[in-house]
């Protein structure tokens, strides 16, 4: 097996909890009485072009909730949004060890908006543990497009077969496979640490 050289993370479903998938967007639903028919279809037209980079926060909740008058303010939803982030148990733990050894490159590569990307960055101290971030919001493709694990690769100049890609989610994991990268399925983090030592990382 060649020697693992780089490890590419997920942020939501791994790291931290996640930004504004189905849950936490039920829980915004309630906190602010929202129409979820209405604002779950408009979120399904409008999040992949915010997450591709292509529409701001501001221009998403625009759209999706703020179209007509409210009795709340527009900072009161994105803190709202913001406040859903929480660390993963023990994750974030496995992470800042294999940084520290200091034996392989580590990345992240996530779908996310800039806003709440930075704002996750930014509030649990990612820059500590990562050299770069492949965010869809910068890369301008979201995950499972093949193109952005072959753009992440070519940014980083690595081969895809000393890479090793984690995710929560199979389909994500499915064209990183298709790339020739190794995957890894989080589950948990003690499971994670496992199978990032099966593939021969010390750390």
Avoid: W
């Avoid at 693992?4 to 790291?15: E, N, R, Y």
């Avoid at 527009?74 to 406040?83: C, G, L, M, P």
């Avoid at 908006?113 to 543990?129: A, D, P, V």
């Amino acid at each position: 097996m060649p020697k693992i050289s780089a490890v590419f993370c997920d942020v939501g479903g791994v790291l931290l909890t996640n930004g504004l998938d189905h849950g936490e967007r039920g829980r915004l639903v309630e906190k602010f009485g929202l129409d979820p028919s209405d604002f779950e279809d408009r979120h399904h037209m409008l999040s992949a072009a915010m997450d591709d980079g292509q529409m701001d926060l501001d221009q998403y909740l625009d759209r999706t909730i703020f179209y007509r008058p409210r009795t709340f303010r527009k900072q009161e939803v994105r803190d709202f949004i913001y406040a859903q982030s929480e660390p993963l148990p023990g994750s974030l733990a496995i992470i800042d060890r294999i940084a520290r050894a200091g034996k392989v490159f580590l990345a992240t590569l996530n779908n996310e908006s800039r806003e709440l990307n930075l704002h996750r960055i930014e509030t649990f101290g990612l820059r500590k543990y990562f050299s770069v971030f492949f965010s869809s919001c910068y890369l301008g493709v979201s995950k499972p497009h093949q193109q952005i694990y072959q753009l992440a690769l070519d940014l980083s100049q690595l081969q895809p077969e000393e890479c090793v890609f984690i995710d929560d989610r199979s389909l994500n994991l499915e064209g990183a496979r298709r790339m020739g990268l190794h995957t890894i399925q989080f589950l948990n983090a003690a499971q994670m640490e496992s199978d990032l030592k099966i593939l021969g990382l010390e750390f």
